[in-house]
């Protein structure tokens, strides 16, 4: 088989298996309705409690599922073709924490239990503010470092500011929700959390999309990927604007979850021949399937105790990157 | 044919200032169609800048111009067209498969996530073939030795196919005999009407095997002509501070530094 046969074939796999998890997060939930009842609910024009469950509380769940998770494994291969560094994710930038901070304000200020749409508007305020920042500090012409140093630093600045909005917090009950909703969730989401956030992240997808060919080419390094006609300046601006649209949108709905970015590039890049380009559509689909998993496990696990994504992610991603990194350092001696 | 050919690729009034300094001081060569060039001079002489300016990879004062046409006014992908690159620390940073690697130097050729074409298919063969890289084309990049790997960024300069390479230090880690390779292999580019530049360090290669030498000093070219102009004891002890052994061998004239001055 050749290997554009094999990419085709994981990528077929990959799908379906995005499909199936799809599937199972719509049929899995506290309501325990029936196989058929729930799918054919989803269509029903009728506003029976079934339909209402399943079009305004499952659908918009596994929607979410599946689209942040695509953009944590696109945006995490993206930036790992980008910096050229395995170990690079999508918070790097600062994305994510400003995300973050935007939406602690919100939940600080209490502008989000008058009006509930501020918190996630608010946490897209705070990734445009973040890569307007990066953009300013790393310069026009940044080298990849610059762009990392400068993503460190509004990172670590909007995790100071959230420690203060959590250390100033009026009450127990406010910093217990800024803790909760750092810690990420798609729980209790809506359908206009999703028609919210998906355009910005579709427009981030189609900016990392384009930057595949010139991704394979900085594989060889800056000097040649520039040399073989890609305008680096452009790349940088892409992969930035299309992490912040794509990641900030997905924080601003779901709080931080991490390792997805992380991982999920790394466990595919060796089932597609390490090429950048590839690896973004499989990462993508790989995200997907994986957060779709994940929140099906929480919803299965414990059911009851409103178990947290990111915990999750974290809880599991860990000592998987653990494993990870032991296998590499095994294969290099 | 009327009037007169503008040479392929013309530098002129050519400046670079690195760190507030000019590296590259108001320099001016021509390179004709099918001749290898090589663009020798000491650490420091400016070589790798002069070569990446030329390529626009670092900002420049004064004009370079291809067949005519002012580089600063194309775009990206026509330059790449033109101009091949083969950077002195080469690097392939994921373990991708060695043809994979030279694929990649059809990219200003191809477009979107198209499969390659023909005439993509065909140049990597012919390139692969010409690096002697046929046994190792499925292997990882990075599992190669230096040499290999030097052979296989070769390769992926030539698949892109450009009427003129620019090659920073192509020689260096490659053993006697894969350095004549080379060397054969920039000859038969020329007899093809391709133009090569090269900066190289072994005087030897250069005397023996360019068709011309351009000495580079401080930032200017010194001296310009063949090796029989350029590699004088005179010129070798004022720009680099050496004495060398001149002699004759049957492949033509022989220079080799043996002393400091």
């Known amino acids: ?44 024009a009728d506003g029976d409690v079934v339909a209402i469950v399943m079009q305004e509380i499952r659908l918009p769940r596994a929607i979410l599922g599946a689209a942040i998770g695509a953009t944590l494994g696109l945006s995490g291969a993206a930036m790992q073709g980008y910096l050229r560094n395995p170990l690079a994710e999508p918070g790097l930038l600062g994305i994510s924490a400003s995300a973050s901070l935007g939406a602690v304000l919100a939940i600080y200020t209490g502008v989000s239990s008058v009006f509930s749409l501020a918190l996630p508007l608010m946490a897209l305020g705070g990734a445009l503010f973040a890569v307007v920042v990066v953009r300013l500090l790393a310069g026009q012409n940044a080298t990849p470092l610059s ?72 594989t060889l390094g800056e000097a040649t990927a520039a040399s073989l006609g890609f305008r680096l300046n452009r790349v940088q601006a892409l992969v930035v604007l299309g992490t912040a649209a794509s990641v900030g949108a997905a924080t601003a709905v779901a709080g931080a ?77 | ?13 050519l400046s670079v200032a690195l760190g507030g300094r000019d590296v590259i001081d108001t320099l001016s060569y021509t390179l004709e169609a099918g001749t290898v060039v090589g663009l020798i001079g000491p650490n420091g002489s400016g070589k790798s800048t002069l070569l990446k300016a030329a390529l626009s990879l670092l900002p420049y004062r004064g004009s370079i111009r291809y067949s005519g046409q002012d580089l600063a006014g194309i775009t990206a992908t026509a330059r790449a067209k033109c101009l091949a690159y083969l950077p002195q620390d080469g690097e392939v940073i994921w373990p991708i498969a060695v043809e994979d690697v030279v694929m990649l130097g059809r990219a200003p050729h191809r477009s979107g996530l198209a499969p390659p074409s023909q005439a993509d298919v065909t140049a990597v063969e012919s390139a692969l073939a010409a690096m002697d890289l046929m046994e190792v084309r499925r292997r990882s990049a990075r599992m190669l030795s230096g040499g290999e790997r030097s052979r296989v960024l070769m390769a992926r300069a030539l698949a892109q196919q450009t009427p003129l390479l620019l090659a920073d230090e192509p020689t260096t880690g490659l053993d006697p005999a894969h350095q ?82």
Not at chain 1, 285 to 300: E, K, N, Y
Not at chain 2, 192 to 198: E, F, M, P, S, W
């Open chain 1, 257 to 333: 979850i991490g390792f997805i970015g992380l991982i999920v590039p790394h466990v595919l890049r060796p089932l597609v021949g390490s090429h950048p380009s590839r690896l973004l559509g499989a990462s993508a689909l790989g995200g997907a399937a994986v957060l779709l998993a994940a929140d099906i496990a929480v919803r299965v696990i414990a059911p009851d105790r409103d178990l947290k994504l990111g915990v999750l992610t974290a809880l599991v991603g860990a000592p998987f990157f653990l494993w990870l990194i032991f296998k590499t350092r095994r294969e290099m001696i």
């Open chain 1, 1 to 44: 088989m050749t290997e554009r046969a094999r990419f085709l074939l994981l990528m077929t796999m990959l799908t379906v298996l995005v499909g199936v998890l799809f599937v199972a997060s719509l049929l899995i939930g506290p309501a325990g309705l029936g196989v058929s009842a729930s799918l054919s609910a989803l269509f029903a």
């Open chain 2, 180 to 261: 004549i390779a080379l060397m054969e292999t920039f000859r038969g580019m020329a007899r093809d009407g391709k133009t090569v530049l090269a900066s190289l360090h072994d005087l030897g290669l250069a005397a023996q095997w360019c068709d011309r030498l351009l000495l580079l000093h401080q930032g200017r070219i010194v001296l310009a002509g063949t090796a029989q102009d350029v590699l004088t004891p005179k010129a070798l002890e004022q720009v680099y501070g050496v004495e060398a052994y001149f002699g004759e061998s049957r492949a033509g004239r022989v220079v080799v530094p043996i002393a400091r001055i």
């Open chain 2, 1 to 13: 044919m009327t009037g007169v050919a503008a040479p392929l690729f013309e530098v002129s009034g």
């Open chain 1, 147 to 218: 762009l990392i140093l400068a993503g460190v630093a509004v990172s670590s600045l909007a995790g100071a500011l959230t420690s203060l909005v959590l250390n100033l917090s009026p009450n127990p009950f406010a910093a217990l929700e800024i803790v909760f909703w750092m810690l990420g969730s798609l729980k209790d989401r809506s359908m206009t959390h999703v028609w919210l956030s998906l355009p910005f992240m579709v427009v981030g997808w189609v900016m990392l999309a384009h930057v595949a060919r010139a991704l394979d080419a900085l």
